[in-house]
Nanobody, 125 residues
Framework: QVQLVESGGGLVQAGGSLRLSCAAS???????MGWFRQAPGKQREFVAA????????RYVNSVKGRFTISRDNAKNTLYLQMNSLKPEDTAIYYC???????????????????WGRGTQVTVSS
């Protein structure tokens, strides 16, 4: 079992930056992790994923060049650095764990086993 707690969300003006964190506890060994987001009235969508080692990452096209996913396995923490934020980035952001794919960067919600409760990010224009 893995417990995930996101933090770092908030209200920011367009063009600003935020850094999200996701603290993991429980089983903390060899799994891929990802960030998803869900805006009101929309389905949860993939944002970014990272392998266990951190050597490989993947992003949705809309955030490439603006967001950076990283992890610190010694601290059992996943990060999402978000720069040049846009109003369309407004959503609840969730972190998730894929226990079977430590060397993968999965993009589908069904590939993830555990989820956090999310943190709200609001970008004003």
């Amino acid at each position: 079992q893995v417990q995930l707690v996101e933090s770092g969300g908030g209200l920011v003006q367009a063009g600003g930056s935020l850094r999200l964190s996701c603290a993991a506890s429980g089983r903390t060994f060899r799994y891929a992790m990802g960030w998803f987001r869900q805006a009101p009235g929309k389905q949860r969508e993939f944002v970014a994923a990272i392998t266990w080692s951190g050597s490989s990452t993947r992003y949705v096209n809309s955030v490439k060049g603006r967001f950076t996913i990283s992890r610190d396995n010694a601290k059992n923490t996943l990060y999402l650095q978000m720069n040049s934020l846009k109003p369309e980035d407004t959503a609840i952001y969730y972190c998730a764990v894929d226990l079977e794919g430590y060397n993968d960067t999965p993009i589908y919600t069904t590939q993830y086993n555990y989820w956090g409760r999310g943190t709200q990010v609001t970008v004003s224009s």
